[in-house]
């Protein structure tokens, strides 16, 4: 069980959102505006995320709570770093990154170069490279040798600064069969790796530091 169960964390200026890890597979998050006041919501336009000390990313399933700007968010949640909050409003999609303050850092092991070296599943996996001013590099692997990089539209990379905020940043090709480069640029702590599979994708989320 987490050390610290009940948090919260600005979505915005005007509003937060509290999250009661209750149990293994539940959250109970409230959502209030700059005066205290609940947040009522659409669950249609919310979604929320655990990304756990195995390197994945879980989308809860949602539910509502016990009264106006309460929801349920149920799954598995029970090794959980960090909770992901992304609410389309009419002004927009708000998004943030949430991390717990019992979490333990959560690094990948080396690659074949020196990179960081994510199993991506299905025996796939990918090896980034970070490098200061220049693209950042993914190399790609199959059963543990390298292999063909993927389409370079089907590879994102996403940054997480130290407050939460979400970049993303498009993988493109860089000349080679089996490596794809990204411009990420900023100083992310922690960087989420999405490999789309037709109707679905392949996450993987670690820190850098």
Known sequence: MPTRQTEHFALTDDCVVE??????DTWKLAFTDGSGAPVPLDLSSLIVE????????????????????????????ECATHARV?????????ERQFRFS?????RPEAGPTGGLYADMGHGSA????????????????????????PPAELITVQA?????LITAFPAKGIGGTTVLGA???GSPARVRLIWSHG?????????LS
């Open 126 to 149: 990918i090896e980034l490279v970070t490098r200061d001013g220049a693209d950042w590099l993914l190399k790609f692997y199959l059963d543990g040798k390298e292999n063909a990089a």
């Open 86 to 94: 992304t609410l389309t409003t009419q002004g927009g999609r708000l």
């Open 183 to 185: 411009a990420v640029s």
């Open 50 to 77: 655990a990304s756990s000390t195995d390197q994945k990313v879980r989308g809860l399933k949602l539910s509502p709570g016990d009264g106006p700007g309460h929801v349920l968010a149920i799954g598995w949640v």
């Open 160 to 164: 997480i600064d130290e407050d939460g």
């Open 19 to 24: 999250i009661d890890r209750r149990d293994n």
């Open 102 to 106: 019992d979490a333990a850092l959560v």
């Open 199 to 207: 109707d679905h994708g392949h996450n993987r989320e670690f820190d």
